[in-house]
């Protein structure tokens, strides 16, 4: 079986020495890459893809996301470093790297507009987008040019989930503890940033966007019976806004704008959580993803874990074709 690993994460030097230079990387996720050599070393990073067979990836930007690494002035120039790094490897190494995903400077929109059209022309197979700009949400005014531009190019979007330890479990305290804002906000993120972007009317706008979700969707799969139910009655909870309005704006039940996102198989090897969200979005709109190198073995475990993970599923040969490599050669124009 072909894998192609749609979601993962890798830095280019250069791109990775500016990041060591920046306050965030002291702290935080910050601290967390500077201890995986596969996120920046690029030899670790092909004897981890040459160590699987038939097996490549798409490559990514990992964390922080740029707008939190610098400010609006200084952000256009990285995130132009670190896609032009990220092309350089996968024109060097298409065998290994057959495709990248383009990050942006969010805090610059127009910047971020304009990067989008220069990396498309420059080659980009995706688009990598995080749930929150620095906490403000995707669906302000502000972004909606930069998903109009993203539907122009056909790149898919890579959604991936980003909430900071500023963003506390609870409204009584300042941060989040124990490390919950990543173990179980970032699948709340994800959905929350799902959310935003159908009721906000972003899908009805720019229905072109495709949109792969991190983590198989987040809690999206796990909680299909409320995301179907309830906001059928969207606005009977709410009394100082009228919600109940935005279902007669919508162009389809909200439950189905759910069920036409995509996801990836970055779940660290879980069975259970993959059969749901494969239950959920169908084998069509399933992408292989390992989240390498965040694994405790900094690179190899979760993309062997995946891998059983898929080998030990009820699917068709049809199926398992689709997820492992035949989506991801169609979503970002690969040659099968």
């Known amino acids: 079986m072909r894998y192609i690993d749609a979601f993962n994460h890798y830095f280019p030097k250069r791109f990775f020495d500016g990041v060591l230079e920046t306050p965030a990387s002291q702290k935080d996720m910050g601290k967390r890459v500077r201890g995986i050599p596969a996120l920046y070393d690029l030899d670790a990073r092909m004897r981890i893809v040459d160590g699987f067979q038939d097996y490549s990836q798409i490559l990514s930007l990992g964390m922080p996301a740029i707008d939190r ?24 190494h298409p065998d290994r790297f057959p495709g990248w995903a383009a990050s942006l400077p969010m805090n610059a929109p127009e910047a971020a507009v304009r990067e989008v059209e220069r990396a498309a022309a420059n080659g980009a197979n995706a688009i990598q987008l995080h749930t929150n700009v620095d906490g403000a949400p995707l669906d302000e005014d502000r972004f909606w040019p930069i998903f109009e531009a993203i539907e122009k190019t056909g790149k898919p979007i890579l959604l991936h989930p980003i909430r900071t330890r500023e963003m506390a479990d609870y409204r009584n305290e300042k941060v989040s503890k124990y490390e919950i804002n990543s173990v179980i906000g970032w699948p709340f993120e994800t959905g929350a940033a799902l959310a935003r972007l159908v009721f906000s009317g972003i899908i009805d706008t720019y229905p072109g966007l495709k949109v792969i979700s991190h983590h198989l969707g987040g809690i999206i799969p796990y909680f299909e019976g409320r995301v179907g139910h309830s906001w059928d009655q969207l606005g009977s909870r709410t009394s100082d806004e009228d919600y109940a309005s935005i279902l007669t704006r919508l162009k389809k039940r909200p439950f189905d704008y759910f069920k036409e996102f995509y996801g990836d198989t970055a779940l660290a090897g879980a069975k259970g959580p993959t059969i749901c969200g494969i239950s959920f979005f169908t084998p069509d709109r399933v992408l292989f993803a390992s989240d390498c190198p965040f694994d405790p073995e900094k690179g190899t475990g979760y993309i062997r874990a995946t891998i059983a993970v898929m080998e030990s599923l009820d699917l068709s040969q ?3 074709e689709k997820i492992c490599h035949r989506n991801a050669e169609k979503m970002f124009g690969l040659k099968p």
């Open 69 to 92: 690494l610098w400010g609006p002035e200084d952000a256009p120039e990285w995130a132009k470093i670190g896609n032009d790094g990220l092309a350089e490897l996968v024109a060097k």
């Open 318 to 320: 049809d199926d398992m």
